[in-house]
């Protein structure tokens, strides 16, 4: 588990805070890198623009994506993951409090690993973000690239 990374793109701060929360109740002590809009999440993943002197760690363990986010939405950071073969296994939850059909639907298709609807009950949104973090971070074993 050291060494894997969680990147949130998250632009609600109180969901990011009780993401963090819930990731440390659980005694998940992983790096969690959060950016607050779609082009920064592609600019860390791809290394690019703000992001061009990252160091080069790998791609995180997991990607946990809003859908509805400033500048790129999630639904097309998304896509452009998949088609790029540094990041297209990298696992991708969409993480939103969309229930639409059409969103779930098109993530999907687009390559998302899974997708949560972020709870409305605060206890309820604590919990379903530790078990994200238990499962991708130590139950879920990826392929290695």
């Known amino acids: 588990m050291a060494g ?5 793109v998250e632009d609600n ?4 805070m009780l993401i963090m929360r819930a990731l440390r109740k659980v005694n998940l002590a992983n790096t969690v890198d959060i950016v607050r809009d779609g082009q920064q999440a592609l600019d860390y993943l791809f290394r690019e623009g703000e992001f061009a002197g990252r160091p080069d760690t790998g791609s995180p363990a997991v990607v946990l994506l809003d859908i509805n986010l400033p500048r790129v939405n999630g639904l097309d950071v998304l896509r452009q993951l998949r088609r790029d073969p540094r990041t297209s296994l990298v696992p991708v939850v969409l993480l939103t409090s969309s229930d639409e059909e059409r969103d779930r639907l098109t993530g999907y298709e687009e390559g998302a690993n899974s997708f949560v609807r972020k709870p409305l009950d605060f206890s309820e949104f604590a919990e379903t973000a530790a078990r994200l973090g238990v499962y991708w971070l130590i139950t879920n074993d990826p392929p290695v690239k």
């Open 13 to 16: 701060r109180q969901d990011e």
């Open 4 to 8: 894997k990374t969680i990147l949130l």
